[in-house]
């Protein structure tokens, strides 16, 4: 593993620590010993093939699912020793945008955005108004306000869920898998928006990607799992300079199976002996 | 069995926590919302008066053909009235009212958790710091504890409506004395009986809903199966309390 190279926060403190996470699903193990730790202001960048482990690991850090062994501090607590009055609190001050969107399909865009509002602040209903289409704005869906989920296309759900996430300005944001599905522009766009939700409100950002573009266009640091491991973390350049047979194979989209010899594989489709 | 028994023990702790939220909710600013209530109870129990109506009607009328023409072999038909009122007012109002309540609104409640629970809603509640308890499982519950019953009431009075027309059409008795005979004849604990039986009905199917909907795995196909096992689950249940009630309370 390569040693993490300097990143513009170095001095920033910390605001995710995960050290020795095991987590299980019954008698599964699905992570082993992940270390992870990301600074305030940085954009961490969360990948790994299909089934080694993204998923399970932003759901531990959510509190969401309780880790088998480890520790998870976020914003300086302990999240799996945490009451649940303290978890709650601790809630407010983190946005999730969830994969599918998870907007709630019984209600409008505007009260999906507002609900956060609604039930941890006072403020009268025309300043939580004022905030909700602010961010609406901000993700670029003004006046889709009344729209019910079901009415909006799959690139304006991920925003409209990005517009839940940070209606109470958190300091921490989890995106899981912002560009899944989108085309190449959509996708770009929410790159744009998430760099611009850093530079404008300073958050810490935990993104779970696929797309090695996106990754590298957004990422500060890059996490990369493994089987449940994390195989490595570092830079996007020092990604590419790794030497790690698996990061070239994720690196060039190569896929982790032997050739096949045409032959055989018609021979076994059409279920012909082998030596015919 | 062993699913059999942490299930009871998951309906069990959903309704504690039901509890808590509804006695705890306000005093942490989180109380459990009057809007949605009001929601729950108009599609479980305002949208299913016509259905109620007309069942129990068609009932009640069923049972005073059956009654007439049995108890006249007797010579005993005068007995109708009795046999009617008691056995809708205990038995058969709470009865179907639970089954037309179970079909329409208890798989409702399990296709609306799980779809949620697929689309990852109740982790969205629970990260917002919303308790998906409170938010959504509290509303069912007190809902179903009012309306069942209050649909048990109509209930009582269109099943022996129902009976007694037909009743009094056959034995050439007025609509009037035929009301005044059952009046007569019916005692206040009949009538408890029913309601009684409607309240543990109520908080039956809200519970089998509920749990089959926060366990739904596996996409839509999950969710459709989680809907058919909780009417099938509820109404036998139901069915089987009903034993065990009607048992200890008229023997
Ligand atoms: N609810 C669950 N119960 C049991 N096993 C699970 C559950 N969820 C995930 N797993 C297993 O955990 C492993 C990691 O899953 P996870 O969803 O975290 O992967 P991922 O990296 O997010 O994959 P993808 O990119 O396909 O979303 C997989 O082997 C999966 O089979
Ligand atoms: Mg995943």
């Known amino acids: 593993m390569s040693a993490p190279a300097p990143v513009p926060h170095e001095a920033a403190e910390i605001v995710i620590e995960v050290s020795d996470l095991c987590v299980s699903y019954g008698r599964h193990e699905v992570l082993h010993d992940v270390h992870l730790q990301v600074r305030r202001g940085e954009i961490m960048v969360v990948m790994g093939g299909s089934g080694s482990g993204k998923s399970t690991l932003l759901r531990a850090l959510l509190g969401l699912q309780s880790p088998s062994r480890g520790c998870i501090r976020l914003l300086g607590q302990d999240i799996t020793r945490l009451g649940e009055h303290a978890m709650h609190e601790l809630r407010t001050r983190m946005g999730v945008a969830f994969q599918g969107g998870a907007l709630f399909n019984s209600m409008t865009v505007g009260d999906n955005i507002l609900l956060p509002l609604r039930e941890h602040t006072r403020l009268d209903e025309n300043t939580m108004r004022i905030m909700m289409r602010m961010k609406l704005a901000l993700v670029g869906l003004s006046g889709c306000e009344d729209l019910m989920p079901a009415q909006l296309s799959g690139g304006m759900i991920k925003r409209a869920a990005l517009a839940r996430a940070i209606v109470m300005d958190p300091p921490l944001l989890f995106f899981d898998e912002p560009s899944a599905g989108l085309d190449p522009v959509a996708s770009a766009q929410l790159d744009r928006l998430i760099l611009k939700l850093r530079r404008a409100l300073n958050m810490t950002i935990v993104v779970v990607t696929h797309e090695l573009e996106s990754a590298f266009a957004i990422a500060d640091r890059i996490t990369v799992l493994d089987r449940g491991r994390v195989l490595f973390t570092g830079t996007p350049d020092a990604l590419r300079r790794s030497e790690d047979r698996r990061i070239q194979d994720l690196l060039q989209r190569r896929a982790d199976i032997a050739p096949v010899d045409p032959e055989v594989y018609l021979d076994k489709l059409t279920g012909a002996p082998p030596d015919a | ?251």
Not at chain 2, 193 to 212: C, R
Not at chain 2, 217 to 246: K, N, P, Q, Y
Request: glycine fraction near 12%.
């Open chain 2, 1 to 251: 069995m062993v699913r059999g028994l942490e299930e009871l023990g998951y309906a069990a702790s959903l309704l504690a926590e039901g509890c808590y939220w509804l006695v705890a909710g306000p005093r942490r600013r989180q109380p459990v919302q009057l809007r949605a209530v009001f929601r729950e109870a108009r599609d479980i129990g305002v949208n299913a008066i016509p259905i109620t109506a007309v069942l129990t009607f068609t009932v009640g009328m069923m049972l005073a053909i059956q009654g007439i023409e049995t108890l006249r072999t007797f010579g005993a038909e005068a007995q109708v009235v009795l046999g009617i009122a008691l056995s809708i007012t205990r038995e058969f109002a709470c009865l179907i009212v639970a089954i037309v309540v179970a079909g329409r609104s208890g798989s409702a409640v399990a296709a609306r958790i799980g779809t949620m629970v697929e689309n990852q809603e109740i982790d969205a509640l629970r990260v917002i710091g919303i308790n998906p308890v409170r938010h959504l499982a509290a509303p069912v519950i007190i809902a179903m504890l009012v309306m069942v019953p209050a649909l048990t009431v109509l209930g009582d009075i269109t099943g022996l409506l129902g009976g007694g027309i037909y009743a009094a059409m056959e034995m050439d008795l007025g609509l009037g004395v035929y009301a005044e005979r059952s009046l007569d004849v019916l005692q206040a604990r009949d009538i408890l009986q029913g309601l009684f039986k409607s309240v543990v009905f109520g908080l039956i199917i809200a519970l089998v809903g509920l749990i089959n909907g926060f366990q739904v795995r596996g996409g839509a196909e999950g969710v459709g199966r989680a809907t058919t096992r909780s009417v099938v689950m509820a109404i036998s249940l139901i069915l089987v309390t009903d034993l065990i009630f009607t048992w200890f309370m008229n023997r």
